[in-house]
């Protein structure tokens, strides 16, 4: 959605005015091809998802023949860390896929956080949402073995007898056979013997199972401070 965003680049003018600065070294750049492989709109695509998930996202501020930033070339967040040296000053250190350093001063990389706790670097959305996508995650694999496994007992037999092993064996493969899987649910069982069917189980609704999920859609959205509708 931000990428989707004009990006413009102005002019002030003396009456309070303003006009396109298209003769500006950043007006090309920023407006339609901030590197050689991308446009305008995937570089701000990627640049906002490393800072919404991330909470940092970096770009090398490569200079030209006429201009302070002919390029801006993205960094993984991931291979970034900023760092103050012994004598205080900030500077960027970044690992290359060869496993080389490379270091970075200020003025060589464009640093787009969120927020931050120690002025440095922005807080990671993920780290902060660990517990969050944790609960969603035990949900959505409980969900999974809910509905794959079909047989879950909402109840229990009652003989007014007692059972050999073998017979209690033959029932249950029967039941499982019979019953299990989403495509056998809602069959008809045929009680014998005298057995009676007694309901102990709780729907979905009751276990909050569906309220749980709906929670986790919530949880995201408030994240990210978007409406949950």
Excluded: C
Aim: net charge neutral; hydrophobic share 35%.
């Amino acid at each position: 959605t931000v990428a989707q965003l004009p990006l413009i680049l102005y002019r002030r003018l003396p009456n309070e005015g303003k006009e396109r600065a298209k003769n500006h070294p950043l007006y090309h750049v920023l407006h339609d091809r901030p590197n050689r492989r991308q446009t305008s709109f995937q570089f701000r695509e990627m640049m906002m998802g490393h800072a919404a998930l991330r909470g940092n996202a970096y770009a090398q501020i490569v200079p030209g023949v006429d201009s302070f930033a002919d390029q801006l070339v993205p960094l993984h967040p991931d291979r970034m860390q900023p760092e103050y040296t012994q004598a205080g000053e900030l500077r960027y250190r970044y690992s290359l896929p060869s496993g080389h350093i490379r270091f970075f001063m200020p003025e060589q990389i464009f640093h787009l956080s969120t927020l931050s706790d120690d002025g440095l670097s922005g807080l990671s959305l993920i780290t902060m949402a660990r517990d969050s996508f944790g609960l969603g995650k035990a949900t959505e694999e409980y969900g999974t073995r809910f509905f794959g496994q079909g047989a879950r007992p909402r109840g229990l037999l009652k003989h007014p007898g007692k059972l050999k092993p073998e017979a209690i064996a033959n029932l249950k493969e029967s039941i499982r056979t019979e019953f299990a899987g989403v495509s056998n649910a809602h069959g008809v069982m045929v009680l014998e013997e005298g057995m009676e069917w007694v309901n102990i189980g709780l729907t979905n609704e009751d276990s909050q199972f569906l309220g749980t999920r709906e929670f986790s859609v919530t949880e995201i959205a408030r994240w990210f401070r978007v409406p949950p509708h």
